[in-house]
């Protein structure tokens, strides 16, 4: 009994530290951002902790309250942060444990919480771990990876092939084994079906949460657990950008039992009243359903059911909201991420990037749900894609030039003024910064009303002073409308209508009958010319309305 008193002490302590609600990620705007393109401190082109503790001011101004960080643990830096040496500390091109320490002290006095990103499918070739591992078959940590027989000598166990090209199986000469990795070959994977790891992984999770993390985004969750007969995966016709043949990843891909690894994480995540974001691109609402189990796995899976849509069109988006919401699981909305093209360049391609960057911006931040923004989104930051292979650092695209994905443009140094290092850097910045950093930067875009920074800025501020947009429900109107998506956002009797022109055309705008339209206000818009009184008869392109009604 005294034992079970101190459990519930210790759970209600954790809870408190972590802002007394538990359920805070509902109501929350993230923004992830990737601190080594954020802001240097120290001139060596790449952003640092400290870099970061300088622009809370920036982030708490703009509105959001978390932020996830990608990875800044030791890594090989063979894939950004995504190859780690070791999960309690921080990379010291990054800063230091004192520097989180301080991140996360500074971010609570600005109500921002700061969320990990966790590479929990596989360490490093560096890590101590895959060291010892590959020392020696006898080695204890062996079996904390996934050591295999080639099928024949000099074939590799199975089929299966690297997401960034060539067999997913390395040759280990000093052991006579191959090992897996669905990553670069300097990205083993671990056994997950070791207890062992497990349990590690999870202590590494307690272990940040009371150092302050208030969560962490989940890398590769699909990739936890591998088909143990290593069955062949089945070929499609055609190859990828790699020269390796089309397959469905049906035996090393999404496995049901991955979901146990993700309840696993969930208990020890609650007491901490921690959020668990996952990367599960999910096609469909039924994949997209299992994530949140039965509330007891991941409270935020980023579907990306809308930023996988190819083309602004109303008729697709709002189809798409509705599948999600008929889940009835709570959304989380993304339009962009460090591996995904920009959005405003995604969706503007040589049209008009501002005006999509606000209406983007305006959508994820109107639906119900919780919206994920990618840093630099705010200013209308549109991808530069390097041209020549020299230029780039992301080695996927590199050995897949000129088809592969190329992840380096989205990942450009945040835009703080004009100049050559964009207030980024007084260094040389680790990527190129393109060259509409002249005219899309903060400095700039803070004394303009009609940037997209305050349109960011407004939107932010309404969202927090208006509930029927954080906690109200969801009211689709003109169903068949073929440019504008629209609906009512509802709390108590206060009623907000959201009008958004998905198109390149300027289209009429009539959701609500006129006696109910003359009596409007309307609190934000672009692209429409606001009446003295009353709703606008027309949306123009891309254009966007809230008002009260
Ligand atoms: C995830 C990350 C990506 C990384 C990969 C391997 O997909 O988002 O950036 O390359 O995992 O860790």
Redesign the pocket.
């Known amino acids: 009994m005294p034992r079970l008193r101190l459990a519930a002490i210790l759970l209600c302590v954790c809870t408190c530290l972590a802002g007394r609600d538990p359920g805070w990620w509902r109501q929350a705007v993230f923004y992830e951002l990737c601190p080594r393109s954020f802001q240097d401190s120290d001139g060596d082109g790449v952003g640092d902790l400290p870099g970061l503790i300088r622009r809370l001011e920036y982030l708490r101004d703009l509105g959001v309250d978390a932020l996830w960080l ?1 990875p800044c643990y030791p890594s090989g830096q063979v ?2 942060g ?2 780690v040496t070791d999960y309690r500390a921080i990379d010291p091109a990054l800063g230091t444990l004192a520097d989180f320490d301080r991140l996360v002290a500074e971010g609570r006095r600005r109500g921002i919480r700061i969320v990990l ?1 966790l ?1 929990l ?2 360490t490093s070739d560096q890590h101590p771990w895959f060291r010892e591992a590959r020392s020696s078959r006898a080695s204890p940590r062996r079996d904390w990876y996934l050591w295999r027989d080639g099928r024949e000598p000099g074939q590799p166990p199975c089929n299966w092939q690297s ?2 090209g060539g067999p997913a199986w390395t040759w280990d000469p000093a052991t006579g084994q191959y090992y897996y990795h ?3 070959a300097q ?1 083993p994977d671990l056994n997950w079906r070791n207890p062992a790891v497990l349990k590690e992984m999870l202590e590494v999770t307690r272990w940040w949460y009371r150092r302050g993390a208030a969560g962490f985004r989940l ?2 969750v699909d ?1 936890l657990l591998e088909d143990p007969r290593l069955a062949d995966n089945p070929l499609r016709p055609g190859r990828n950008p790699y020269g390796d043949p089309n397959m469905v990843n049906l035996n090393n891909f999404r496995l049901p039992e991955e979901h146990r690894l993700l309840r696993e994480l969930r208990r020890a995540a609650d007491p901490f009243g921690a959020v668990l974001i996952g ?1 599960t691109y999910t096609a469909s609402t039924a994949e997209l359903k299992a994530y949140y189990g039965a509330g007891d796995e991941l409270q935020l899976p980023t579907g990306h059911m809308l930023a996988s849509l190819p083309e602004l069109d109303a008729p697709a988006f709002r189809r798409r909201i509705a599948e999600v919401e008929a889940t009835g699981c709570w959304p989380v909305w993304v339009m962009g ?3 995904l093209p920009r959005a405003a360049s995604r969706y503007g391609a040589g049209r008009a990037p501002d005006a999509v960057a606000k209406l983007l911006g305006a959508l994820v931040l109107t639906l119900r749900g919780t919206p994920i923004l990618y840093y630099g989104e705010e200013l209308g930051m549109v991808g530069h894609e390097p041209r020549r292979p020299e230029e780039v650092r992301d080695p ?1 695209a590199r050995r897949g030039w000129p088809l592969a994905v190329r ?1 380096d443009g989205a990942r450009t140094p945040m835009q703080w003024e004009s100049g050559p290092g964009a207030g980024f850097t007084r260094g040389t910045p680790w990527l190129t910064i393109p060259a509409t950093a002249t005219t899309h930067n903060v400095a700039c875009e803070r004394g303009d009303p009609g940037s997209v920074l305050s349109f960011y800025r407004q939107l932010l501020a309404l969202r927090r002073s208006h509930p029927a947009l954080r906690d109200g429900d969801r009211q689709p109107l003109a169903p068949d409308d073929p440019q504008v998506l629209a609906f009512l956002r509802r709390a108590g009797d206060r009623r907000l209508l959201v009008a958004l022109n998905l198109s390149p055309r300027a289209s009429p705008l009539n959701p609500v009958p006129p006696a109910e339209a003359a009596r409007a206000k309307v609190l934000l818009a672009s692209g429409v010319a606001v009446p003295v009184a009353g709703l606008p008869a027309e949306l123009g392109p891309y254009g966007v309305l809230i008002a009260e009604l």
């Open positions: 990608t894939d950004f995504y190859d990103d590479v499918n596989h997401l960034f669905y990553f670069y990205q890398d590769a990739n990367e991420n460090h591996d996927m992840r």
